[in-house]
Structures are given as structure tokens and as C-alpha cells.
């Protein structure tokens, strides 16, 4: 993109219509300071005003109601530039109900929220072939700023949107508070986590996988659109269906999100090319194909579209010299989850193979069977080893500091956790041993509980060091199994590794600075209230230097 043109992200073989054009540059300005953040109020510099922007070369169209159902999102933020997001989609769950053409979109960006200082503006195109959806590159932004966005088609006008860039790389910001969460399964609960979530003092929220659910309708406190999802549309519906949420939209609303994926934005407990349900590859490969681009027209990330079911997601972002994110794709490159070991009856669970619980084996230990993939794996390692940030982040999806259920020696754990691949594990966790930062600080979703943790190098020895600290969120909505009480007592008599464990449903907020890191869980009374209370269940501290988690009393 050249220095005085706005568009809206994806260009590829895919897409070859020019998405936006003519935004103009107005000098640098900066917001008022947002509480959020934990930096200090920036410099105001007084902005030069923002031209009008030159139409898209795309023909009106009439609409047949209000395009903006689904919301505004903002993510991948930079220094100077955020990725603005909305999709076109008046009647949301029968495909969008837009007409077959492209359609121009109006944007702007201002650093109040009456649109009075406006400092950016532009036109986007919203493709068809990209089910209307837009991503356009603000860019021109102030470092370490809060703004507000909107955008406009005829008479209709989005909902308002709060967004904010990160501190520059070679700044020295004094703190940062952040949350993260995963697994928001439609049926099984309302989304009171969000609206609460929304409601905090946070520069930007990790979205850890889960986004969707592809399971077809059931009898939960809400109900899917449908049977299991296959197609291409089929993802872009059920997407619709969630993003309705109105606490879900405000919280998209209300800060900029990091996103990554897991399993169920395809189909449960996938790997790679394998299929749960053991489908032909080039029949899964088609629906893989139809779910990357589904989630892609769905989220305000800074990559281009997927042009088929291989897809590259994962980026690095960096807040001044405080703190660094890997963020990862733990889905597309693992190898199958090995079954080559024995299955036990779980107390109170009944059969552990219908759960994917196997003692570990041989296919496990070995670092052939890979997670993250030859080219990612190499990606992070390089990555942390050239990192200067005080504390470095590996957003990611299941369980790293290992699960031992029974106590048993081999372990009995869900194989489809980092235990299920040891040997990669272990291949990692040593190299950022002996070559990576001192504070790493892995962050995880997935298993719809609370967890705090070491990552040693081999879990289940505690003569081995001690890597990261393990902070895995809970659900926003997502059930775990019946019985939550008696696993978590259970696997935390036989898991010295694991500090805390709770089922109950919410997220986390991490807050830093150079010395020392303050964990934070939070918690729903009931899933099933939509206007369920929430309080903080539990405290952790790390050290900077002193890597491990630390229960507060």
C-alpha cells in the first residue's frame, strides 16, 4: 500500500478488484489518554483536517436494510496502523441477504467519539466473493493512541468502535493489562463474560480459538442454525449467528483483539489433515478450505485470504519493549494425535477412549510427531531467541505443562493436548531453554477450566528447569465434563506442576511491568444468566527473571 491510498486488506489471485482507494494523510495526532492502556497520556498535536475521500470506482447499490447487524471489530494493531473490520449482512443468517456485487464502504477514524477531530477516512470495497466482509489498514495512526470508527454506507452508519494503537518497539511503556479467553460454544451458555469483559480497564483482548462451534443444533439454552456445518456457507451462517451477540459486539467494539484459532472453527479436535470423523483428505481439505476463509471474512486480522485449505496465521506483534506476542496456529501443521497407547476407565467418566485419554507411547515421545510443524516451530524458536522484550508471550491453544490424570507412570493424559506430542514438546521447551528470553509466559485456552502452571521441560519430573509459566483461561461459555469438582481434585493431588484448576466460566486479565507479572481469573455465578455476576477466583504473581507461577493466598 502506498503512503496516501486506504484499503480494505485482501489482494490476491483471489480477489484482483482494487478493495479501496484515496484515503488521504492528514498529519499525526494523538487520542486522549484511554485508562486502559496503563501508558501515560500521550502528546496531543493538534491534527490538520482529514480531506474527503474519493469514491471507490464501484456502482451503488440498493440495500435492502441495515448492513451493520454484525458489529465493528478492530485488531493486529501496530505503532501506527489497526485493521478495521465490519461485514455487510442485513439479513445475517441466510447467507448475508446482500445483493452479488461489490459495494463501497465509507470509514473514518477520530479521536473523539462525536467524530469532530476526524484524522483518517477512506472508502473500502466489500467483495462478494469475501461475503461483503471489509478489512481496511488504518494506517497514518499515532503511536500508543486510543480512536474511535465507524463506517457508512448511504444512510446507514455503523456502530461506533474503539480501537488503539500499540506503543512503538522502541519505546519504553511502564506497564500493560491485557485479557484473554477461548471457547464460547453457542448453546451451552450466554456470553455475560463478554459484556463484563468489555467493561474493563484493557488495552486489547487474546482470543485463544473457539470462536464458532460446528456441531449441529442441540438443546442448550440457545440453539445452532442448523445441522453440523460442511460448506463454505454453512461456516459464514453460523458465524453470522454468533457475532448477533450484543455482548459479544460490544466487546469487539471496545478494544482491539488478537485472534488465533483451534479446533472448532472447522471440526472438533482436527489435526492437520486429519479429520476426527477419518473423512477422505481431499474431502476434509474442501471443508478446511471453506472454514479458513469463513473465519478469516469473520475476524479483524491483518493477514490476506486464504486461497484454500492452507493457510499461514501466525504473526508476532510487539507492545514497546515491554512485551512481545507469538501468536499461534496449533491446528493446521500437528500430526495426527497418537492412539498407540492404553486406554483406562476414568472414575466418574466411564470409557477414557471415547475422551482421547491414553497412557503415553511411543508416538507421543517422538519429536517426528510434531504440534506447531517444521517451518512455525523454527518461526517461534528464531523468534523468542532474537526477542529484546521483557516478557514474551506464546498465545496458543491446549495444555503445555502436562496433565497426568491418574498419577500413573506412563502418565494417562488427553492426547490431544502438547502431551499427546512429548517429544516436540520437549524439543521446544529445550531450545527456549537454552536459547530464548527468561520471561516466557504461555497463554492457553481450549479445555473450558482454569489453570496456572510451570512448563518444565518434561512436565513429570520436577528435577527438570522450569521454562514458562502457564496461564490457561477458562470458557466464555463452553461446558467441561459433568463432575468438575472431583477431576480438578484429582488432577491437582497428582499434578505438582499444576497450581490452580477450576471449571467455572470467564477469562483472564494479565497486567505487567518490567519486574513482575499479576494474573488475574475471572469468573461467572452461571452461564446460563445472561446477566450473571462475575468476581475474580484467583491471583497469580510471576517475578520477572524467576520464571514459575505464584498462588496469592
Not at 84 to 111: C, F, K, N, Q, Y
Not at 215 to 229: K, L, M
Not at 239 to 246: G, S
Not at 518 to 544: G, L
Amino acid at each position: 500500500m502506498t503512503d496516501d491510498i486506504a484499503r480494505s486488506r485482501p489482494l490476491t489471485r483471489r480477489s484482483f478488484i482494487a478493495s479501496a482507494v484515496a484515503a488521504a494523510i492528514a498529519a499525526g495526532c494523538s487520542s486522549d489518554d484511554d485508562p486502559s492502556s496503563g501508558a501515560p497520556t500521550p502528546t496531543t498535536v493538534a491534527p490538520t483536517p482529514a480531506p474527503e475521500p474519493t469514491p471507490a470506482s464501484v456502482p451503488a447499490v440498493d440495500l435492502p436494510g441495515d448492513p451493520f447487524t454484525l458489529g465493528v471489530a478492530s485488531g493486529d494493531p501496530t505503532e501506527s496502523s489497526v485493521i478495521l473490520w465490519t461485514r455487510l449482512a442485513p439479513d445475517p443468517l441466510s447467507g448475508g441477504g446482500m445483493p452479488g456485487d461489490d459495494i463501497e464502504v465509507m470509514w473514518e477514524v477520530a479521536t473523539d467519539d462525536a467524530f469532530t477531530d476526524v484524522v483518517r477516512r477512506g472508502s473500502a470495497v466489500a467483495m462478494a466473493e469475501l461475503a461483503h466482509s471489509v478489512h481496511v489498514d488504518a494506517d497514518g495512526l499515532e503511536p500508543d493512541s486510543s480512536y474511535h470508527y465507524r463506517f457508512t454506507i448511504d444512510d446507514f452508519t455503523s456502530p461506533l468502535g474503539r480501537t488503539r494503537t500499540f506503543p512503538a518497539a522502541d519505546t519504553s511503556p511502564p506497564n500493560l493489562r491485557f485479557g484473554f479467553s477461548s471457547c464460547q460454544n453457542w448453546e451451552q451458555g450466554f456470553y455475560a463474560a463478554h459484556r463484563h469483559a468489555a467493561a474493563e480497564d484493557l488495552a486489547f483482548f487474546v482470543w485463544l480459538g473457539d470462536y464458532i462451534y460446528e456441531s449441529g443444533a442441540g438443546d442448550g439454552v440457545r440453539t445452532h442454525n442448523g445441522p453440523e456445518i460442511m460448506t463454505l456457507d454453512d461456516y459464514r451462517n453460523r458465524y453470522a449467528l454468533y457475532k448477533t451477540d450484543l455482548d459479544l459486539q460490544a466487546h469487539h467494539a471496545a478494544r482491539p483483539w488478537l485472534t488465533t484459532w483451534d479446533d472448532h472453527e472447522v471440526e472438533n479436535n482436527y489435526a492437520g489433515d486429519n479429520s476426527e470423523n477419518a473423512d477422505p483428505i481431499d474431502v476434509f481439505r474442501d471443508r478446511r478450505a471453506g472454514a479458513y476463509l469463513a473465519w478469516y471474512e469473520h475476524m479483524p486480522v491483518r493477514l490476506d485470504p486464504p486461497d484454500g485449505p492452507d493457510y499461514e496465521i501466525h504473526r508476532d506483534l510487539v507492545w514497546g519493549d515491554l512485551a512481545r506476542f507469538f501468536v499461534m496456529d496449533g491446528r493446521q501443521y500437528r500430526a495426527d494425535q497418537p492412539r498407540d497407547g492404553e486406554s483406562r476407565p476414568l472414575p466418574g467418566f466411564g470409557d477414557s477412549a471415547s475422551l482421547g485419554v491414553f497412557t503415553l507411547a511411543d508416538d507421543a515421545a517422538d519429536p517426528a510427531n510434531t504440534f506447531l510443524g517444521a517451518e512455525q516451530q523454527r518461526w517461534l524458536i528464531d523468534g523468542m531467541a532474537a526477542s529484546t522484550q521483557t516478557w514474551n508471550f506464546m498465545a496458543q491453544q491446549v495444555l503445555m505443562q502436562g496433565l497426568n490424570i491418574l498419577g500413573t507412570d506412563p502418565p494417562l493424559t488427553v492426547t490431544d493436548l502438547w502431551d499427546g506430542y512429548a517429544g516436540s514438546r520437549r524439543e521446544v521447551l529445550e531450545q527456549l531453554a537454552a536459547n530464548g528470553p527468561d520471561n516466557i509466559v504461555v497463554l492457553t485456552g481450549d479445555f473450558h477450566s482454569a489453570a496456572a502452571g510451570d512448563v518444565r521441560t518434561d512436565p513429570f519430573d520436577l528435577d527438570t528447569p522450569v521454562v514458562a509459566s502457564e496461564f490457561m483461561a477458562t470458557s466464555i461459555s463452553s461446558a467441561f465434563f459433568d463432575g468438575a469438582e472431583a477431576l480438578a481434585a484429582l488432577v491437582l493431588a497428582t499434578n505438582p506442576q499444576l497450581k490452580f484448576f477450576d471449571a467455572r466460566k470467564g477469562y483472564t486479565v494479565c497486567e505487567m511491568t518490567p519486574d513482575a507479572l499479576v494474573a488475574e481469573y475471572r469468573a461467572i455465578a452461571d452461564p446460563a444468566d445472561p446477566d450473571s455476576p462475575i468476581e475474580t477466583i484467583a491471583t497469580f504473581d510471576v517475578a520477572a527473571g524467576t520464571p514459575g507461577v505464584t498462588l496469592r493466598p
